[in-house]
Structure formats: structure tokens, C-alpha cells
């Protein structure tokens, strides 16, 4: 499936430049948009590898791995192992977030609870994520994980509660629907939800919020 975007050769050469790093490269795992991307090992590590797309329309990886840093410590994102230039391509690898995306499966309150935690974070930092409202990039797990910040931004104003919040309850859309069904959600809870989302927007003060999910 990939080899029209890289060679067996330019592959091998490509594990070999990883070794030397202490990274093995083991399996294609998916094509994104900018970068090829596979599962490899650091140490015991479960690791991603990403490696720039000889086609692709816009350099994204460096921007990731600057907001990796950034996260670092703070428990959003799994952690930066390596970043760098191979033959001319960026490369970057991160530890594996190990769950199933929300936009295939139903959280429990735990994880509400911690997305909204998550991403209130990511408000306070500066960092628009971009791309929380497809479900996506939100791993669910027994620690819930927000990935990929390829077209994350620090100079955007941040949305990431308002955005995650919306896509989880208030907008029509397979997530919402099973998160209304599972927890019987009424139409007051959503009218309040989009009073204390307004409130938010002014007072970046989520506690009124965390009071509504912890009612569920």
C-alpha cells in the first residue's frame, strides 16, 4: 500500500538510520495525509513513527514536535522520542497511545471527565489542537490521550473545551449519539451545557461544567 510512497530500499536505509538511534522500525501501520507512519520499539517502548510524505502538500512534523515538547509533563499527549531529517524528509516518534479513537467507542464518565480536564489544559497552555471535533484524535483507554498536533497551533485562539464538549453532547454526529443513549442525557442538560459553554468562553472556568458531567 505504501510502497509507491517509499521504496523497499529507502525503507531499509530508513530502519538502519533508526537503530542508530536506539528506534526499530517493525510494521506500516497507516498513510496520513503528510507522513507514512509505522510501529516501531524504544527499548520496551511501544513507539509511532512518523516520516514525511515525499508528496505531501505542507511540513508539519517539526510544528508537532515543538507542542510535543511543550505537552511534556502535563499528561495530554504521549511523549516525544525523537525528531529529526532524514534524506531530506522529517521524521518524528512518540510513544504509543495505546485505546480505542472516541469516535469509535462510547467513554464512561472517567473519560468525559478527563477530556475535559485535557483539554481545558491544552486552553491554558495556548495550543488550538484543530482537529478534536471528529473524534479522531482523542484515544480512549485506561488513560485517555490526545494525539496527532500536526495542525495544532499557538497562535490561534484555543477552543479545544468548546470544541470537545459540542462534539461529545450538542452537535448530531455517532459520538453524541451514543454518549445521549448511554447517559440518558435530557434536553436540560444540553441547555445548560450551552449556557456554562458561553460562561466558559469568558470566565475560562470549568468547574461549572466538571459539576454537569459528574451529575451523569
Known amino acids: 500500500m505504501h510502497n509507491y510512497l517509499i521504496s523497499q530500499k529507502e525503507l531499509e536505509k530508513f ?14 501501520y497507516s498513510k496520513g495525509t503528510t ?6 520499539k524504544e527499548r520496551n517502548k511501544e513507539v509511532i ?20 515538547r511543550v505537552l511534556k509533563g502535563h499528561e495530554i499527549s504521549p511523549l516525544l522520542i525523537d525528531y529529526g531529517i532524514f534524506e531530506n524528509r522529517e521524521f518524528l516518534v512518540r510513544e504509543f497511545a495505546i485505546g480505542e479513537p472516541l469516535l469509535y467507542t462510547t467513554p464512561e464518565k472517567d473519560h468525559l471527565l478527563q477530556i475535559l480536564e485535557e483539554t481545558y489544559k491544552l486552553d491554558l497552555l495556548g495550543i488550538d489542537h484543530g482537529q478534536i471535533q471528529g473524534g ?13 498536533f500536526e495542525k495544532a ?19 448530531n454526529n455517532v459520538i453524541s449519539k451514543r454518549v445521549r443513549e448511554k447517559f440518558k442525557i435530557n434536553p436540560m442538560f444540553l ?8 460562561q466558559y468562553k469568558e470566565t475560562k472556568n470549568i468547574e461549572k461544567i466538571k459539576e454537569l458531567l459528574c451529575g451523569l
Request: charged share 35%.
Open 35 to 40: 507522513s507514512l507512519i509505522f510501529l516501531g
Open 191 to 198: 441547555e445548560t451545557l450551552r449556557k456554562e459553554l458561553k
Open 136 to 148: 479522531k484524535h482523542i484515544i480512549i483507554g485506561d488513560h485517555v490521550w490526545i494525539i496527532d
Open 49 to 68: 513513527i512518523k516520516l514525511e510524505r515525499l508528496d505531501t502538500p505542507r511540513k508539519n512534523l517539526q510544528r508537532e514536535a515543538n507542542i510535543l
Open 15 to 28: 530502519k538502519g538510520f533508526l537503530e542508530k538511534r536506539g528506534i526499530k522500525l517493525e510494521k506500516f
Open 153 to 171: 497551533s499557538l497562535r490561534r485562539k484555543p477552543k479545544n473545551v468548546t470544541t470537545a464538549m459540542a462534539m461529545i453532547f450538542l452537535n
